[in-house]
């Protein structure tokens, strides 16, 4: 005979009193099945089967008080001596004994980087109703609060001048890594007129060895640079960025290794990352990690000479050229703008820098 | 012993282990209650420790709870430490004369020359079956008077680190535990006597969307709906949620910087709603961080009833459907 006697209970209670019992002598239990509730001090606790059987007998009528230990019921079955299955957790309702979970838990939110927006519901409603995106709207009321009166001169703005778009894809990285540059970068731009001994027949090219020359001459142009360990790292190598504009923004596609590669091999080079920006089909990694940047702007406007090119951190230079012209006895003119990074580049260093690029020109 | 990490504790052996830590550590804790020594406690919160620590420090009293709270507020006052344990929150009304009249203006009273360094325990809440006056939450009651902490853990490794900090906070403690996760779940506890900080909530999940606050036994079907809603498929960390664990003073800074971040909030308590702890976070929302609201506040709290005997405290108790449908509910609304 197989015996379930009454477990521990647990919470130090010793005895408990039958309340109802659910099955009756005969009965065919599965396991888990709710055979009894028994009433502690504490609590009416509901018993299950341990095991699946027929029950032979039940022990105590409502009632009776039962201490631990005690059999409950017996189930029919081979002559095992006799024997206490089950074994309940001290817990009353658990099914089953609890497993150890890891508990994490720390002090305080991570607060977000994104300002919040403060608007009230009111005025939430008001910007629904006329179409006004309230991620759009600066406030102007306590503490950034968006007011009604900033909704309403969204929603007239809107109306006379259409929506605003926002910035998506590169032109709002543009956007960031120009602010970015603006924050850390000290620029001076040089200007120069630079005489052509000739005009070549592909000016990007051209300029991209002579920009590789004055590198190697003029090698603090060609470095990358830390503002806050205030550290540079000189680079032997020339990976030339060179910008190319499209619909969608500004790319700047890396043209590798400009020191040691021909002419034709760069120029072939360069077909192919231009191509492979206006198709969209890039990979990042060829738009990552130049040394120094180099930006026609000149081939896109003949009327276009001189700019203010923006240096990109870690580097601190970018070479500008503008539409060649031709001044009166017939020389040509390469008009080169030059950015450099004040913090870590000498004006000394930069005008030689140009001095070498002109030497390869003329 | 010390500082050793044990495995598979529960709330109330973590509970157990502070007491041990603490009295092993200062000679001027003294406990008294209801069948704590002896017997060890109806939940065995302070099993062996008569055995360890003798019966002058481990005190049964008699079936008298102003005797305990007012005995309490006396030694407290006279340069002891107690730790007085009410048996059931549902007898500790009969202590509110010496709480609030005495233990809670202690200082002000004298002006800061006595103060009143008492915890008073006492297992709160439902959901072990029990019968009338064992399944109170009325927390409220105490985080309403000024002068008192009220401290609710959630967890075996934050009752152990919150109890051990009431024990030292220099000013009384209102310290309830909420009995059902007293043998519900295992965690590893180190018993290294670290304290966790008093008056500060613990973020338990990090979410982006939501801000679901609860306390106590909820934090178990919060817990579980958190998880389910964060890994449901294409979905990133949603909901966060926040155990409040310190009922008074509330950490609003805390609670300001996630729903700045998330605009929606929603709370959970097992107390009736009116007047509940639920309502003060509400009003304070609503007074300081309206306009970063996007939903209106939810509140998912017991009814405004008796809480019912065993037979139908399942009706009573908030489920886990009940809060899931008060989070899509926010979440889908917007002002």
Known sequence: MRYFKLPDLGEGLIEAEIVEWHVKAGDQVATDQLMLAVETAKAIVEIPSPQMGIIEHTFGEIGDTVHIGEPLVEYQGENDSVSVV????????????????????????????????????????????????????????????????????????????????????????????????????????????????????????????????????????????????????LLNFVDLGI??????????????????????????????????????????????????????????????????????????????????????????????????????????????????????LN | MNNETLKNVNLVEAINMALNYAMSHDESIVMLGEDIGKNGGVFRATDGLQE???????????????????????????????????????????????IICHAARMRNRTRGRLTCPMVLRAPYGGGIHAPEHHSESTEAIFAHIPGLRVVIPSSPARAYGLLLAAIENPDPVIFLEPKRLYRSEVHEVNDNGQPLPLDRCFTLREGEELTLISWGACIKECLAVVDQMNAEPGSHDRIELIDLASIKPIDFATISDSIKKTGRCVIVHEAAKTCGVGAEIAAYIAEHLMAYCKSPVKRVTGFDTVMPYFRNEQHYLISELDIKAAINTSLNTRF
Not at chain 1, 127 to 148: C, Y
Not at chain 1, 325 to 331: L, N, Q, T, V
Not at chain 1, 340 to 357: K, L, N, Q
């Open chain 2, 52 to 98: 360890k620590f003798g019966f002058t420090r481990i005190m049964d009293t008699p079936l008298a709870e102003t005797s305990i709270a007012g005995a309490a507020v006396g030694m407290a006052v006279a340069g002891l430490k107690p730790i007085a344990e009410i048996q059931f929150m549902g007898f500790i009304y009969a202590t509110l004369e010496h």
């Open chain 1, 86 to 233: 089950g074994n309940l957790s001290a817990q009353p309702l658990a099914d089953k004994a609890p497993e150890t979970v890891v508990d994490r838990f720390s002090v305080g939110v991570k607060v977000s980087s994104i300002a919040a927006i403060q608007v009230s519901p009111s005025v939430r409603g008001l910007a629904g109703r006329l179409g006004v995106d309230v991620g759009q709207v600066k406030g102007t009321g306590e503490g950034g609060r968006i007011s009604s009166d900033d909704i309403e001169k969204a929603a007239r703005m809107n109306q006379r001048h259409g929506n605003s778009e926002k910035l998506t894809g590169v032109r709002k990285s543009m956007a960031k890594v120009m602010v970015k540059s603006h924050q850390q970068v000290v620029p001076v731009t040089l200007f120069a007129d630079v005489p052509l001994a000739r005009e070549p027949n592909d000016m990007t090219v051209t300029v991209a060895k002579a920009i590789a020359f004055a590198c190697a001459k003029e090698p603090a142009l060609n470095v990358w640079f830390d503002g806050d360990k205030l550290s540079r790292r």
């Open chain 1, 243 to 360: 910008a190319v504009d499209t619909e969608q923004g500004l790319f700047v596609p890396v043209l590798r290794q400009v020191q040691e590669r021909s002419e034709d091999d760069l120029k072939a080079g360069l077909a192919a990352l231009k191509d492979a920006v206006i198709t969209r089909n890039i990979p990042p990694a060829e738009l990552t990690g130049a040394t120094i940047i180099l930006s026609n702007y000149g081939s896109l406007n003949p009327y276009c000479r001189y700019g203010t090119p923006i240096v990109v951190p870690p580097m601190v230079a970018i070479v500008g050229i503008g539409a060649i012209y031709s001044i009166k006895d017939g020389e040509k003119i390469l008009p080169i703008s030059l950015t450099f990074d004040h913090r870590c580049v000498t004006g000394g260093e930069a005008s030689r820098f140009i001095g070498y690029i002109a030497e390869q």
